[in-house]
């Protein structure tokens, strides 16, 4: 089992630029999110989706946009990429929000900076 | 509304002697709780979980944690600690926001 694929692990970004962090799941979990994780700051939720056709904004969308076409994959796209959206990025999935069944399989990461 | 609280940002050990990690919560509601680990350059891993059944929650590696109502609680415990430990710790709430971790050292 794969579990929750992220790329790309790396990524350099000029300022104004855009681009798509990847996130696919094989485990057919319902739900998938998107944190991203600053020092100090601990993981902050950007975006959540409950199933295909659903998402909905976390503590910090400003700057980001998702979707959901199919229960595999949740693509996060940066539009006009900003200094500010430098971090490390968590794709995460599980089967449901369930009291107990809500337990986070995470990805490894995509560490994004932007000059 | 409902949030997690760590204590600590940093906590430093020795090899062999306890650890506490601190975690409270706030919440109108019984809630379920979480504690996840993060190892250097990794993504995070459930180390256990509380979800209304027993208090004294069991996870892997050793690590355990108690859910204290009357405290608003649910520190996370391991008798002795060892260099593979050194990671951040991570409590989480059951509507998946996180606290700001803690980072564990362990010197030898």
């Known amino acids: 089992n794969a579990g929750v694929t992220q790329t790309p692990k790396f990524r350099i970004l000029k300022i104004g630029q855009s681009m798509t962090l990847q996130c696919t799941q094989d485990?057919?979990?319902?739900?998938m999110y998107w944190y991203r994780q600053d020092p100090g700051m601990g993981l902050k939720l950007i975006y959540y989706s409950v199933g295909a056709g659903i998402t909905d904004k976390g503590e910090v969308p400003n700057g980001y946009n998702v979707s959901r076409s199919t229960t595999e994959d949740f693509p996060l796209r940066l539009e006009l990429a900003a200094p500010s959206q430098t971090s490390v990025y968590f794709c995460?999935?599980?089967?449901?929000?369930?009291?107990?069944?809500?337990?986070?399989?995470f990805g490894a990461g995509s560490r994004l900076t932007v000059l | 509304a409902q949030s997690v609280t760590q204590l600590d940002s940093h906590v430093s050990v020795s090899e062999g002697t306890p650890v506490l990690l601190r975690c409270n919560y706030s919440?109108?509601?019984?809630?379920?709780l979480f504690w996840y680990v993060q190892h250097p350059n990794k993504g995070l891993q459930l180390l256990l979980k509380?979800?209304?059944?027993?208090?004294l929650v069991k996870g892997i590696n050793g690590f355990e944690a108690e859910f204290k109502k009357s405290e608003t609680s649910f520190h996370l415990t391991k008798p002795s600690a060892h260099m593979s430990d050194a990671a951040e710790y991570f409590c989480a709430f059951n509507d998946m926001r996180f606290g700001a971790g803690t980072r564990l050292t362990v010197k030898p």
């Open positions: 485990m057919n979990h319902n739900y």
């Open positions: 919440s109108s509601y019984s809630p379920s």
């Open positions: 995460a999935s599980s089967y449901s929000a369930g009291t107990g069944a809500n337990v986070l399989t």
């Open positions: 509380y979800t209304s059944a027993a208090t």
